[in-house]
DNA sequence: CGGGCGCTTGATTATGTTCAACTTCAGTGG
DNA sequence: CCACTGAAGTTGAACATAATCAAGCGCCCG
């Protein structure tokens, strides 16, 4: 499991705009540098942290996609969240918890870390740091909740469909980069493979999505959202 | 709908010790009297708060029980949070969102305004209370992050059993107040009416619970934790 | 070219929902 | 205090949805 390291530098980092920092003067970025960032690169399927380890780092996703899941005793596993770039986890330290999930990497991806003694610090003396945490955080728990009227409320077609047509949103592009097994699909919204399978098929043959080599493309929201909301529009 | 309204008193309030001023000196506390709060009074079935409301407000709970949900359009409904004694709740206008749930009074209850505007003053000026608020939301990210675990991977019985297992746990009466219908049992985990009925009827039956008006008795817990988890100890 | 993993598809089963009738309980008014 | 009413809860039977079991396909990688 070789695992590149480097020094971050924050005022040329790439993706300093998507971060937590992205509000930042150069002359604020700079003062980052004491913080002396490391860069890491995991491969697909490399964990990055299991749930319960010491959460003394939380991470932002430089590039690639990332898993967070949580499991039971006898393996049954449900993805909590997926990662994309700019994303900040890992941050449970701050309140003094272990991890309360594993991070496993769904594609190579490099990600920054971030001591969190030393962000607790920034977070004090930098406003818009502190703004920036606090909105994912805030935003963070919103995603959740809505999952969680997803899981306990919606059914299976329902739950896939939503996916669908909310995975990637704010990207441009028309096909969308989808790194997710059938059986981490199912490990997001409560369903089996089969189910996933069984529906992702139907609406290939009815020609409402395509799908290349890890890509989707969504051919006729219309009509996957009234799966979702038979009466009404798409959101 | 009355609803009484009277000035509060931090430093004589009997939940400061529960809320998020637990660890203020009496100092600080006589600050937050600028801040002049209302405590309101509801009834039981009485909304609080519509989900898109503008979230001026937070509030502290100060006495009884309330519920917060979200809604699908067609009116399935999932409880997202429960709240008891000296909980925070309401807090989504820190990140400039509307109320991002619906609150409704599960018993009467009481509780205290708390704007938002002030308490993010009070949070960038008091490391207390900045550490409290902070650890709540952190706490309910977990919450809503166990829910999803359970709402996705877990089974009827196991939901329940778990659910009640863990209803009061902090609470020492061995007898539980319990005052949600069999409907908020069901829209806490994703289940009908009639499932909840079914498997309560049965563990009565088996005697592993009692209940009486609107309280609950765990006769064996035990029992009910191989529900949960077959093989290994309850939790 | 072979092996294995991930995916698909069908058949069967289980779980939980839906529908419906009935019971219990709390609150109301005579 | 009791009879009445409506809401909440229970229980059974039929049904639907999704899980499970099983077989086979296709594609990627060595």
Redesign the pocket.
């Known amino acids: 499991m070789p695992k590149t390291i480097k020094k971050g530098i924050c005022s040329r980092c790439y993706i300093r705009n998507r971060s937590i920092f992205s509000e930042l003067s150069y002359e604020q970025l700079d003062k980052l540098q004491n913080f002396s960032p490391t860069v890491t690169s995991y491969q697909t399927k490399e964990v990055i942290y299991y749930q319960n380890d010491n959460s003394s780092n939380a991470f932002t996703l430089r590039s690639g996609m990332v898993k967070l899941t949580k499991s039971l005793p006898d393996g049954r596993t449900q993805i909590i969240r997926i990662l994309k770039q700019g994303d900040l986890f890992g941050f449970d330290g701050f309140a003094n918890q272990n991890y309360n999930q594993t991070a496993t990497a769904l594609t190579e991806c490099e990600l920054c870390h971030l001591p969190i003694t030393g962000l607790q610090k920034l977070r004090q003396s930098e406003a818009e740091i502190d703004t920036a945490i606090m909105n994912r955080w805030l935003n963070n728990l919103n995603a959740a909740e809505n999952m969680m009227l997803t899981l306990g409320a919606q ?3 329902e739950r896939l469909a939503n996916f669908l047509v909310h995975w990637g949103e704010e990207e441009n592009d028309e096909w969308k980069k989808m790194p997710l ?3 981490d699909i199912g490990d997001l919204l ?6 996933v ?2 529906f ?2 139907q609406w290939k043959k009815m020609g409402l999505i395509q799908e290349y ?1 890890g890509n989707v493309l969504i051919k006729n929201k219309t009509e996957l959202c009234e799966v979702i909301n038979p009466k009404g529009t798409c959101e």
């Open positions: 059914k299976a077609s097994s059938r059986k409560g369903l089996t493979i089969e189910t399978s069984r992702l098929s080599r």
